[in-house]
């Protein structure tokens, strides 16, 4: 069965840097656009960065762009998002997941002083 699990989740200082990733397992990784997702306490979850399977194309939330990179190995069927120039508001519950089907657990990041 299809099984994503994040981690590199914590505490950061704003300003600060995080890099998550996400195992996948039970299915051809390399076939499929992966994406992180985020949720805070109290609001929607939000599509924060795509990638398509080869790794060639990739999409951002407007709030990330050029402070956040995803990427991917599909050697070792991993899916990452390098986090930089943290903010309080990046912080969340932070979401891999496959097809708006298939959801991680989670990792918490937040950001704080």
């Known amino acids: 069965q299809v099984q994503l699990v994040e981690s590199g989740g914590g505490l950061v200082q704003p300003g600060g840097s995080l890099r998550l990733s996400c195992v996948a397992s039970?299915?051809?990784?390399?076939?499929?656009?992966m994406k992180w997702y985020r949720q805070a306490p109290g609001k929607e979850r939000e599509l924060v960065a795509s990638?398509?399977?080869?790794?060639?194309?990739?999409n951002y939330a407007d709030s990330v762009k050029g402070r956040f990179t995803i990427s991917r190995d599909n050697a070792k069927n991993t899916v990452y998002l390098q986090m930089n120039s943290l903010k309080s508001e990046d912080t969340a519950v932070y979401y891999c997941?496959?097809?708006?089907?298939?959801w991680g657990q989670g990792t918490q990041v937040t950001v704080s002083s």
């Open positions: 997941n496959r097809g708006g089907v298939y």
């Open positions: 039970g299915f051809t990784f390399s076939r499929y656009s």
């Open positions: 990638i398509v399977g080869d790794g060639s194309i990739t």
